[in-house]
């Protein structure tokens, strides 16, 4: 109860603001630009992701997805979206793989999606190559 009221004070304040009105008639797309980072890991590795980029060229659902039965379930529109770390976590997906990916840690999920995707792109397209996309420092530029 108290949290929905606390919603809907930063909600009107945003509406009173002006400034959201537009992106919530078009629903939530997240923030432009984001840090990723595993706040439970001892070395974290910040990544660093032009979402805004992304959405421009990419459907929601090549990176968001939803979980039903313990298994993944493919995005749909006004689907509601969760941090990728909601589940991936030993909390919820113990043990699972892809690859040699650890499933249930926030690195296994980045590195599934985000650099197959950059492998991938690299190797078809020589100016992305160029640019190495496939490399670490792309996401995890020197600090
Ligand atoms: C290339 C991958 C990719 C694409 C495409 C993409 N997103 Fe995301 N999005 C992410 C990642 C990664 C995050 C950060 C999740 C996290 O912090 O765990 C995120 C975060 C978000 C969040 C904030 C979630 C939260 O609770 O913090 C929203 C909302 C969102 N995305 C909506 C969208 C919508 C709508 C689209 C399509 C128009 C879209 N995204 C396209 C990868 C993507
Ligand atoms: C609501 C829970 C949930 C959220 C949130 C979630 N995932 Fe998943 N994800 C799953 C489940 C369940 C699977 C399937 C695991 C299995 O059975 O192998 C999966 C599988 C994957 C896979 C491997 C299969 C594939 O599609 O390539 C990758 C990579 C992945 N997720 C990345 C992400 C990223 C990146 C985010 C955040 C943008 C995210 N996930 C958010 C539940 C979730
Ligand atoms: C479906 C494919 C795909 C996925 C998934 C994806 N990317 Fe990308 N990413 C690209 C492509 C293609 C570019 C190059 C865009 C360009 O230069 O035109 C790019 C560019 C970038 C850049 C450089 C932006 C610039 O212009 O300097 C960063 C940083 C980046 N991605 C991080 C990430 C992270 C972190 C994730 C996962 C959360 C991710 N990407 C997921 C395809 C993808
Ligand atoms: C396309 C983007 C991308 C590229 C390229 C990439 N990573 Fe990552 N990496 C991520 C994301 C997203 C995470 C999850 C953030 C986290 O774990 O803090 C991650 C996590 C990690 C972690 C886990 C840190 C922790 O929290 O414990 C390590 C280690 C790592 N990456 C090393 C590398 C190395 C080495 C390379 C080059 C071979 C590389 N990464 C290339 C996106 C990328």
């Known amino acids: ?20 009105i ?7 797309t997240g923030p432009a630009d984001i840090k990723i980072v595993d706040s439970t890991s001892a070395k974290p590795k910040p990544a660093q992701f032009p979402h805004k980029v992304h959405q421009d060229k990419f459907k929601c659902g090549e990176c968001h997805h939803g979980m039903a039965d ?7 529109e006004g689907m509601k979206i969760e941090k ?32 197959e995707c950059h492998k991938e792109m ?13 490399k670490c420092a792309t996401c995890h530029p020197k600090a």
Not at 1 to 20: D, E, T
Not at 22 to 28: E, F, N, Q, R, V
Not at 122 to 134: F, G, H, S, V, W
């Open 70 to 76: 313990g298994k993944q379930v493919a995005y749909t």
């Open 22 to 28: 537009s992106s919530m008639a078009t629903g939530d």
């Open 1 to 20: 109860m108290l949290k929905k009221f606390v919603v809907c004070s930063v909600v009107s304040l945003f509406v009173m603001g002006g400034a959201v």
């Open 84 to 115: 990728c770390e909601k589940c991936h976590t030993g909390a919820t997906l113990a043990g699972k793989m892809k690859d040699k990916l650890k499933l249930d840690t926030l690195k296994g999920a980045g590195h599934g999606n985000c650099l």
């Open 122 to 134: 690299a190797k078809k397209d020589p100016a992305l190559k160029e640019k190495k996309i496939d």
